[in-house]
């Protein structure tokens, strides 16, 4: 069964430090992972997938299946990264999406 | 800030009422789901549907229904079997690309509704 697990509930790091959201995943197929983001009072959003190989907003993340791992960095964390992260895997088949639990990141000043 | 809209945005009931949520959608997509948002558990699927007058359980079916008479409208009931009604509704689309299609498409969410059953 597919299971996208985040270890932690919780991040707090100061601005100008490195971030790392961890994201685990158990799929057999080949994984289609993402991250989204909901900012306070905002809608949850996209920010990256795995497939794009891109750095949004600073963010970037690499997929490991040896480790079964997407995890979320940023060198430099800024004030307005504070948010929940959410990791979520795709479905072979079809579009539908299974999310992780969520980490709420805080960077204080 | 159009897209996909739900309404309300808040909403009382009372215990052992039937209530309805609305997702409506003007991006032409094919699929839409219903999440649950409960904190220290992400987002749980609920219902979703590929195509209209087509839909299917999501994980956490029990106590919700749901109907796709037409493509741009996805509503929610939450009926009063749903032990524990009071959370977070969201409501999301995507344009569908095929089965077993690696595709590059993401889910557009709308901005929640927020239900509690007193």
């Known amino acids: 069964a597919q299971r996208v697990t985040q270890p932690e509930k919780l991040l707090s790091v100061f601005k100008g430090a490195p971030v790392e959201l961890k994201c685990n995943y158990s799929?057999?197929?080949?994984?289609?992972l993402f991250w989204y983001v909901q900012y306070s009072r905002q809608r949850l959003q996209l920010l990256l997938r795995h497939i794009s190989r891109e750095s949004i907003k600073g963010f970037t993340a690499d997929l490991n299946k040896g480790e079964t791992s997407f995890h979320l960095k940023k060198p430099f964390a800024q004030e307005e990264d504070s948010a929940m992260y959410y990791c979520?895997?795709?479905?072979?088949?079809?579009?539908?999406?299974?999310f992780g639990e969520g980490t709420q990141l805080t960077v204080n000043p | 800030d159009g897209g996909i809209t739900q309404s309300p945005k808040y909403l009382f009931r009372k215990e052992g009422q039937n209530v309805t949520l609305s997702c409506e959608q003007n991006l032409n997509h094919d699929a839409m789901y219903w999440y649950r948002q409960d904190p220290g558990q992400g987002l749980r699927l609920i219902y979703y549907?590929?195509?209209?007058?087509?839909?299917q359980k999501g994980d956490i079916a029990e106590g919700y229904s749901v109907s796709r008479e037409k493509k741009e409208s996805f509503p929610l009931t939450v009926t009063s079997a749903q032990k524990n009604p009071t959370a977070f509704y969201l409501c999301a689309s995507n344009p569908t690309s095929g089965g077993g299609i690696r595709s590059y498409n993401e889910q557009f969410f709308g901005p929640g509704t927020r239900l509690t059953v007193l």
């Open positions: 979520a895997l795709k479905y072979t088949s079809g579009s539908r999406l299974t």
């Open positions: 549907s590929q195509i209209v007058n087509d839909f």
């Open positions: 799929y057999s197929g080949s994984p289609e």
